[in-house]
Nanobody, 122 residues
Framework: QVQLVESGGGLVQAGGSLRLSCVASGLAFSDYAMGWFRQAPGKEREFVATIRSKGDFTHYADSVKGRFTASRDNAKNTVYLEMNSLKPEDTAVYFC???????????????WGQGTQVTVSS
């Protein structure tokens, strides 16, 4: 079955950096666009970034543009989210997800990971 497993979350001070990874199995990874979403306590899940199947197109939420970078290594079935200049408002559980057609909407994604916690202290 399809599995997406995130890692790399943790506690970091404001201004710091983290790199999240998401390893996929059970699907033709290079055929899927991948997305990153996050959910803070008491808030709805929100779009963070997406990257096309070949990695030749990315799109970011305005709140992270210029600070976060999505990339992928199709040979390793892995997608990454490099997060720099982190702010306390970036604190959330971060999820990776897979969709056949690139989208900014969570409803379009077919497969989801379990999430990894990112906490940014002020």
């Amino acid at each position: 079955q399809v599995q997406l497993v995130e890692s790399g979350g943790g506690l970091v001070q404001a201004g710091g950096s983290l790199r999240l990874s998401c390893v996929a199995s059970g699907l033709a990874f290079s055929d899927y666009a991948m997305g990153w979403f996050r959910q803070a306590p008491g808030k709805e899940r929100e779009f963070v970034a997406t990257i096309r199947s070949k990695g030749d197109f990315t799109h970011y939420a305005d709140s992270v543009k210029g600070r976060f970078t999505a990339s992928r290594d199709n040979a390793k079935n892995t997608v990454y989210l490099e997060m720099n200049s982190l702010k306390p408002e970036d604190t959330a559980v971060y999820f990776c997800a897979a969709t056949f057609i690139i989208s900014y909407y969570s409803e379009s994604y077919d497969y989801w990971g379990q999430g990894t916690q990112v906490t940014v202290s002020s």
